[in-house]
């Protein structure tokens, strides 16, 4: 039986990357090394470099079909089986055969030589793998209809990706490496933008990483091997459906986006029986919060939540490991054993493990800790229970084992009895310890017995000294915790104003962050920054029973605050914040005039330009109309009919160019005023063009045109269009050289069709290009004979009112190209539709 080939596949992210070229050349070191390689299919696509490596390559003749009248050649299949080299050459793997072929897709041929025991070297780009064809189209606008199923792809014995830089292939682009000069120019402005480039190459090498990762897992697999590799960092955030979830996920992602190409994995551990539930509403919002950072949501059955938890992470070949703190007690942990976490820590092995804390995702945002005269009332209370059940309890274990040379111990019993509820519970639930166990020592161990009387004053001292112990001991406690709720306030506030003088100095959204900060700091329900009826920024929402209170910020700007009273140190707190939250209304109000005077001082300048540009390009038509105009008069019959006739032109142009000088004028003012009128209608690009055209008296010799097969009609106003066309022609023959007429080519791309005018003149440098559409600019230009530097600033304008774009691009080999994109027609949206301007 005869062994089967192998299949090794070029793969690239856009034509021109190098993957025929590449081919070709590792058939030509095949065939040094001995091998039998036969170029099966090559396409050159009439690129001379790509011809030049077939040369001394064998090559089966291939087989001519017709159809339809048309002549295509196709892989002969029959004949290179039959040659029976050990490698073929296949290019374009994801190529149609033409009708009667012996398979619809060269694909398929491929198999078949597979089947014969041939080894195939092929070529595909990104752009034709099936699943990926949808997301291609919505990069490039443009649909592929040939495709090829990516199990084909997957079962190739060895893809290799032939990469090329974005930028380097746009340059062999424009070198002419690619495609023909005519094709150049539109290929650069759809298909080869480098925003699109750049995504193609991303698919192409994250589709191979997915495949080399795919790969290792089976090789891992087959041999058993359990520990981690770390050839890419993946993260697996444990979740079980509580509120710190979402903290979880951030913090995971953010560890996995700290190396190229991290991964997020979310998994839950789900009890056999379905009983460990966890929250439906919460686990939803975090699976869909996991999705849209790019991870990915697994669900595991195991009754061992951590051993499930390490074997999914080692199943993955995960490298970190985030898991929340614990939320039991203390108690419980006593009782119960060590938690999850210490278990997973324990059985990770190499995986790094995070315990995150997320009492902020239980509890809520920053607040500032209140300071109070004790303990807080529930360390009183629990002081007070110990005192009510320790107390009983040590009595009659006491009481159990008692002797009269015992008593010092008994005293101590009971003084480590007060200690114990001191720091528990501070000092007077300590003081209620030492009278309650001093009543009871008379009353249980000093004679007499079982009353409350003491006999001896020794005693009596004792037992005062037993008491100011208690007591002693009970400040010393208090006052510690009275110290370190004075140390976290000092913090929270340090930690506030940082916040406050950050939010105001990075001036955007500075009301609302100090809003934020004020409502979480102070533990409020709402606060609202009002100026009269309107509301400048606000947090959450005022209960119907909170407390209402009004602090002036500025003359006419109020700071509400609903919840709790402040303390004197909060209110002090809050005068640094509404002082900040009056800089920042300040500042916002400078922002503004700033904002409303950069308009006027760019009108102001225009209008210099313009009294400027009045002074000299009016007064030249006009006194050349004046002087031709005086002359005939003067003359009145003494003229011969050739002067007259020389006057009459001369004033009859300078009063055509003194015409379009004033209609370009109010154009300028129509356009900056926000009232030009703009009626869009379904036109042809060649519809534009011929008319400038005629207007410009242009022919071959001067422009070349190339207007693209089905190209649909743009939605354009057809009199605006026109003129910019005549204005970005004019402009083009100006610069051309001698020889090189201007060339005007059409194409679409998506939803836009372009027309482009090229120029091959000096260009312009990258960053001089948006000042051409400056209102009487030209670029150091002192010929003043050629108007008033208006043409390309309205024709922006004009563009830009239909709904489109006029941007400037390098022509390739030098110069420049304007590029006009306006929206695809559609007939039925545009018949008669018009837009007052509000350009």
């Known amino acids: 039986m005869t062994a089967r080939g192998r299949l090794r596949v070029l793969l690239g992210a856009a034509p021109g990357v190098g993957k025929t070229f590449a081919m070709l050349e590792e058939g030509r070191r095949l065939l040094a090394e001995g091998r039998d390689v036969v170029i099966a299919v090559v396409e050159t696509h009439g690129r001379a470099a790509t011809a030049a490596m077939t040369e001394g390559i064998p090559a089966v003749p291939r087989r001519v079909v017709e159809h339809r009248g048309v002549v295509l050649s196709e892989m002969d299949l029959d004949a290179v089986i039959a040659r029976r080299p050990d490698v073929a050459l296949v290019d374009e793997l994801a190529h149609t055969n033409a009708p009667g072929s012996r398979h619809e897709k060269r694909w398929q041929d491929v198999d078949a030589l597979l089947a014969a025991g041939i080894d195939v070297l092929s070529t595909v780009n990104i752009q034709h793998i099936a699943s990926l064809n949808d997301v291609v189209e919505k990069i490039t606008g443009a649909p592929q209809r040939e495709t090829i199923p990516d199990e084909v792809l997957r079962a190739a014995d060895q893809v290799e990706v032939v990469d090329l830089a974005p930028q380097a292939l746009r340059d062999r682009l424009s070198g002419g490496f690619v495609y023909p000069a005519e094709r150049i120019d539109a290929a650069l402005s759809n298909y080869f933008r480098l925003g699109n480039l750049t995504a193609l190459r991303e698919l192409a090498l994250l589709w191979l990483a997915d495949e080399v990762d795919q790969a290792l897992k089976d090789y891992r697999a087959e041999h058993g091997i359990d520990s981690t590799w770390e050839a890419r960092e993946r993260v697996v955030v444990t979740l079980t459906g509580g509120p710190e979830g979402e903290t979880l996920i951030r913090r995971g992602a953010r560890i996995a986006a700290r190396s190229s190409g991290g991964e997020l994995l979310a998994v839950r551990v789900i009890s056999p029986d379905g009983l460990r539930a966890g929250n439906p509403a919460a686990l939803a919002q975090q699976r869909a919060l996991v999705e849209q950072l790019g991870g990915t949501f697994h669900q595991v059955v195991g009754e061992d939540i951590p051993a499930a938890l390490v074997e999914f992470a080692r199943s993955v070949n995960a490298t970190q490991l985030v898991i929340g703190v614990s939320r039991r007690s203390r108690l419980t942990a006593l009782l119960t054993g060590p938690g999850i976490g210490a278990t997973v820590i324990r059985e990770s092995g190499d995986i790094d493990v995070h315990i995150v804390s997320h009492s902020a995702a239980a509890g809520g945002g920053f607040r500032l800790p209140r300071l109070g005269g004790a303990l807080s009332l529930r360390r009183r209370l629990a002081g007070l229970a110990v005192a009510l059940v320790g107390g009983p309890l040590l009595s009659w274990l006491l009481v159990a084992f008692h002797r009269d040379e015992l008593l010092t111990t008994d005293v ?50 004792a037992l005062v000294l037993y008491v100011t112990i208690a007591v002693l001991v009970s400040v010393v406690v208090d006052r510690a915790a009275r110290q370190t709720r004075a140390a976290r306030r000092a913090a929270a506030e340090s930690e506030l104003l940082q916040n406050v003088a950050g939010s105001v100095l990075r001036g ?31 947090d959450g929402e005022p209960l119907a029973d909170d407390a209402h209170t009004v602090v002036p ?46 308009p006027l001082a760019a009108t102001d300048k225009v209008r210099s330009a313009l009294l400027s540009a009045l002074s000299h390009d009016l007064r030249r038509p006009l006194a050349a109309a004046t002087a031709a105009v005086g002359g005939l008069r003067a003359a009145r019959g003494t003229l011969s009919e050739q002067d007259r006739e020389d006057l009459l032109a001369t004033a009859d142009e300078s009063l055509t160019a003194l015409g379009v000088l004033v209609t370009d004028l109010l154009d300028v003012s129509r356009l900056q005023a926000g009232v030009l009128a703009v009626a869009t209608l379904p036109v042809e690009p060649a519809d534009a063009v011929l008319p400038a055209l005629d207007e ?86 002192t010929d003043n004979t050629t108007g008033l530097g208006l043409g390309l600033a309205l024709s922006k304008g004009f563009v830009e009112g239909m709904g489109g774009t006029l941007v400037p691009e390098d022509t390739p080999g030098g110069g420049l190209t304007m590029v006009i994109s306006l929206p695809v027609a559609d007939s039925a949206g545009d018949e008669g539709s018009r837009r007052e301007g509000e350009r």
């Open 412 to 461: 101590l019993s009971y003084q480590l009895l007060v200690v114990v509820v001191a720091l528990v519970g501070g000092l007077w639930p300590a003081l209620f310890a030492a009278v309650l166990s001093g009543v009871t020592l008379d009353f249980l161990f000093i004679a007499p017995y079982y009353t409350i009387t003491i006999s001896d004053p020794l005693h009596l001292l």
């Open 508 to 538: 955007d959204g500075a009301l609302q962050a100090l809003v934020d900060r004020t409502r979480e700091a102070f533990g409020l329900s709402g606060v609202r920054l009002r100026r009269g009826d309107t509301v400048l920024a606000s």
């Open 553 to 598: 910020v500025t003359a006419d700007v109020v700071l509400e605050l609903h919840g709790p009273d402040l303390q004197a140190s909060g209110q002090r707190l809050l005068a640094v914040v509404v002082a900040q939250l009056a800089a920042a209304i300040a500042h916002s109000a400078l922002e503004e005039a700033a904002s409303e005077v950069a």
């Open 696 to 781: 410009l008296g242009l022919g071959p010799a001067e422009v070349e045109l190339d207007f693209g097969r089905d190209t649909p009609a743009m939605s354009a106003d057809p009199v605006l269009l026109q003129r910019v066309v005549v204005n970005l022609l004019a402009n083009a023959l100006r610069y051309s050289p001698p020889g090189r007429p201007v060339r005007i080519s059409t194409s679409s791309f998506a939803d836009v069709v372009e027309i482009r005018v090229i120029d091959h003149g000096p260009g312009i440098s990258p960053d001089r290009q948006d000042e051409v559409f400056v209102p009487f600019q030209r670029l150091g230009d």
